[in-house]
């Protein structure tokens, strides 16, 4: 089993920046896809942000293609989320989730995804 901690949420105002960590414990870290949900108040949980195991392939969700970006460091067991000129709908709470199968491309369904970390909040405020 994986176990993730995230960091690096909080409140920023429109506009502005956060960068997500997510620290993996697990000695497969680097075979497997990493990715980031978020679930606003009231909503289901979404696809952000997915990466490969080698970081070749990465894919967004439409709403924060061009401003999010996802990057991992394997030999420190971290994926990173880079997120730029936040707006007020990306407020949520931020998962990172861990794949247990090798794969080419990373899956963008969280069913796919067996290790979650605990969350960490990212409010954006007008």
């Known amino acids: 089993q994986e176990r993730l901690i995230e960091s690096g949420g909080g409140l920023v105002q429109a506009g502005g920046s956060l960068r997500l960590s997510c620290v993996g414990s697990?000695?497969?870290?680097?075979?497997?896809?990493m990715g980031w949900f978020r679930q606003a108040p009231e909503k289901e949980r979404e696809f952000v942000a997915a990466i490969s195991w080698n970081s070749r392939t990465t894919y967004y969700t439409d709403s924060v293609k061009g401003r999010f970006t996802i990057s991992r460091d394997n030999d420190q067991k971290t994926v990173y989320l880079q997120m730029n000129n936040l707006q007020l709908e990306d407020t949520a709470v931020y998962y990172c989730?861990?794949?247990?199968?090798?794969?080419?491309?990373?899956?963008?369904?969280?069913?796919?995804?067996?290790?979650w970390g605990q969350g960490t909040q990212v409010t954006v405020s007008s």
């Open positions: 697990g000695g497969a870290f680097s075979v497997y896809s």
């Open positions: 989730a861990a794949d247990r199968v090798w794969r080419n491309a990373p899956p963008r369904g969280a069913s796919d995804y067996v290790d």
